[in-house]
C-alpha cells in the first residue's frame, strides 16, 4: 500500500494555534487584557461615591430657620441662614430648627367629666375663692441650641411652668379684679414670671404674649356667686344713694351755718358799735355838762322829753286862748282811732 504523502503536515506542524500549544497561551491573553480594564471601572466608581459622599455634606438653611451641627451627637456649632458645609455622615449631621414659628399652649381646656369635679383650670384666689381660668400661651424658639439639649419635652415644660406661676399669681390676687375686668394685670406678670423660670432652665424659649380668655366663678357656684354679686351690687347703690343724700345735706347745713356765724358775727359787730358811739356819746355829753351845766341840764331836759312825748297822743291849747270866745273841744274820737293806730 502506497503512502500518499498529505501537504498539510508541514502547515499543522508550523501553526501556532495546535491543540497542544492553545492552553499554554489563552490564558496569557486573560491576564494582560480583562484584569486591567476592571480595575480601572473600580477606581471610577470608588471615586465617584467618595465625591457623593463629600458632597452630602452641603445644607441651606432657610431664614426662618437656625441650623446646629452635630459633631458624633455632640453640639459643635450654630448656622444662621444661607448655603453651609459640614463634615459627611456618620461624622456631623444638621439639625435645622424654625425660629419663628408660634407656638401656643392652652390651659384650662379640658371639661370635667362630672359636674362636681374641679380640673387644672379651677385655682385659689387670695380671698379664698374659687375661679374658673382659660389661659393660652403662644411662644416661639429664641436659641436653638439650647431648645434642642436642654429640655427634652419642651411643651410639657412651659404647660407645666405656666401652670405653677399661674397658681402663684391668681393666688396672690382677688377673686373680682380678675373677674370683672383687670385682667391685663394678671396677663403681664404672668408672661413676665413665666419668661424668669424659663430662662433659668436655659430652656431656649421666649414668650410672645399671654391671653386670659375666661375668667369666671365655677359652675358648680355661678348661682350662689351670682346672688352675692347681686347683694354686693345692691349694698354699693344704696351706698351711693347714701353718698349722694350725704352729699347734699352737707354743703346745705355747712351754708347755713356760715351764714348764721355770719349774722352773729355782724349783730356782734353792730351792738358793739353801738355801744361805743353811745359811750362816746355819753362822755361827749358829760364833757359838754362839764363846761355849761345849765345849757347842758336844760337840753337833756327837752330831749328827753321830745323822746317820751314822740309816742304819745296829746292835744295843746295855747294859753293865750283862755280869755276869748274859744270853746276848746277835744277830738275824742280822732285820738282814740291814733291811739288805736
Request: hydrophobic share 35%; charged share 25%; proline share 5%.
Amino acid at each position: 500500500m502506497v503512502k500518499v504523502p498529505n501537504p498539510w503536515e508541514d502547515v499543522e506542524e508550523s501553526n501556532p494555534w495546535k491543540d497542544n500549544d492553545m492552553p499554554s497561551r489563552r490564558p496569557k491573553m486573560k491576564k494582560t487584557f480583562k484584569p486591567d480594564g476592571f480595575d480601572f471601572k473600580w477606581s471610577w466608581g470608588i471615586g465617584a461615591l467618595v465625591l457623593m459622599w463629600l458632597a452630602s455634606g452641603l445644607y441651606q438653611v432657610q431664614p426662618n430657620e437656625e441650623g446646629v451641627v452635630l459633631r458624633f451627637g455632640a453640639y459643635h456649632d450654630t448656622t444662621d441662614s444661607g448655603l453651609h458645609y459640614h463634615l459627611p455622615f456618620p461624622i456631623e449631621t444638621v439639625e435645622k430648627v424654625n425660629i419663628t414659628q408660634e407656638r401656643s399652649i392652652n390651659l384650662g381646656v379640658a371639661e370635667p367629666t362630672n359636674r362636681n369635679d374641679f380640673t387644672e383650670s379651677h385655682m385659689l384666689t387670695g380671698d379664698e375663692n374659687i375661679v374658673d381660668i382659660n389661659l393660652t400661651i403662644v411662644w416661639r424658639i429664641a436659641n436653638a441650641k439650647d431648645y434642642l439639649f436642654n429640655m427634652t419635652s419642651p411643651d410639657q415644660t412651659v404647660r407645666v411652668a405656666a401652670q405653677s406661676v399661674l397658681r402663684e399669681i391668681v393666688g396672690q390676687s382677688q377673686m373680682m379684679p380678675i373677674i370683672s375686668g383687670d385682667r391685663g394685670k394678671v396677663e403681664d406678670e404672668t408672661k413676665e414670671e413665666l419668661q424668669k423660670v424659663l430662662n433659668e432652665f436655659g430652656a431656649g424659649i421666649q414668650i410672645v404674649r399671654v391671653k386670659l380668655q375666661k375668667a369666671d366663678p365655677p359652675k358648680q357656684v355661678v348661682d350662689a356667686f351670682n346672688e352675692v354679686q347681686r347683694a354686693k351690687a345692691d349694698m354699693e347703690r344704696f351706698k351711693n344713694e347714701a353718698e349722694a343724700y350725704r352729699n347734699e345735706i352737707l354743703p346745705k347745713s355747712r351754708g347755713e351755718a356760715a351764714q348764721r356765724l355770719q349774722n352773729a358775727e355782724a349783730y356782734k359787730q353792730a351792738v358793739i358799735n353801738k355801744a361805743q358811739g353811745e359811750a362816746e356819746r355819753f362822755l361827749s355829753v358829760y364833757d359838754a355838762y362839764k363846761q355849761g351845766k345849765e345849757v347842758t341840764a336844760k337840753r337833756l331836759y327837752l330831749e328827753t322829753m321830745e323822746d317820751v312825748l314822740a309816742n304819745s297822743n296829746k292835744v295843746i291849747i295855747d294859753p293865750s286862748a283862755k280869755g276869748g270866745n274859744v270853746l276848746p273841744v277835744l277830738p275824742l274820737q280822732q285820738i282814740n282811732s291814733r291811739a288805736g293806730e
